[in-house]
T-cell receptor
């Protein structure tokens, strides 16, 4: 049973465009929603995270939008660059839990 | 901060053999996690240590798997009698309370069971 569902599986965006990746969850106890970026041969690295007390969080070109009632959250990458080409994972957990539930990943390719 | 170190980076073994992986977390991190990642999937939680105590194990962690963190520093993950289905990337992550749930992952050990 997939705790966090992620789409699309892959995404191709032109340089300068906006990349949008979506995730949905079922467990209303989740209260921490990070996005991790993974390059080939490397472990995931935290990109940005949000908690349900806000509907949006922005860090540089990266923005998380959070819809608590719909149990959905998304990552927006503005002005996408070839260096952003990587696999992106959404995840979710609840405070006090020791495990993070990851989505299945989105492979982003930004073409020059 | 030298990052989380995992060794070996790659391991090829024959079915039925035992393998052991090592993880050296960031030095001031008291929390250590093992995750498993298969091709095209996100990481899946295996187990969690706080200092030397193993506080949580996933149901994914069959009795062929054992993890230790004897002195609260490095950790080892052993798989006995490996099966082809064990082929995956084994990721270690560490953190401490100051980082507010941010996990620092190593580059993983890629296991191939032939």
């Amino acid at each position: 049973q997939q705790q966090v569902k992620q789409s699309p599986q892959s995404l191709i965006v032109q340089k300068g465009g906006i990349s949008i990746i979506n995730c949905a969850y079922e467990n209303t106890a989740f209260d921490y929603f990070p996005w991790y970026q993974q390059f080939p041969g490397k472990g995931p690295a935290l990109l940005i995270a949000i908690r349900p007390d806000v509907s949006e969080k922005k860090e540089g070109r990266f923005t998380i939008s959070f819809n608590k009632s719909a149990k959905q959250f998304s990552l927006h990458i503005m002005d996408s660059q070839p260096g952003d080409s990587a696999t992106y994972f959404c995840a979710a957990s609840r405070t006090g839990a020791n495990n993070l539930f990851f989505g299945t990943g989105t492979r982003l390719t930004v073409i020059p | 901060d030298t990052g989380v170190s995992q060794n070996p980076r790659h391991k090829i073994t024959k079915r039925g053999q035992n393998v052991t992986f090592r993880c050296d977390p960031i030095s001031e991190h008291n929390r250590l996690y093992w995750y498993r990642q298969t091709l095209g999937q996100g990481p899946e939680f295996l187990t969690y240590f706080q200092n030397e105590a193993q506080l949580e194990k996933s149901r994914l962690l069959s009795d062929r798997f054992s993890a230790e963190r004897p002195k609260g520093s490095f950790s080892t993950l052993e798989i006995q009698r490996t099966e082809q289905g064990d082929s995956a990337m084994y990721l270690c992550a560490s953190t401490n309370r100051a980082y507010n749930e941010k996990l620092f992952f190593g580059s993983g050990t890629q296991l191939s069971v032939l």
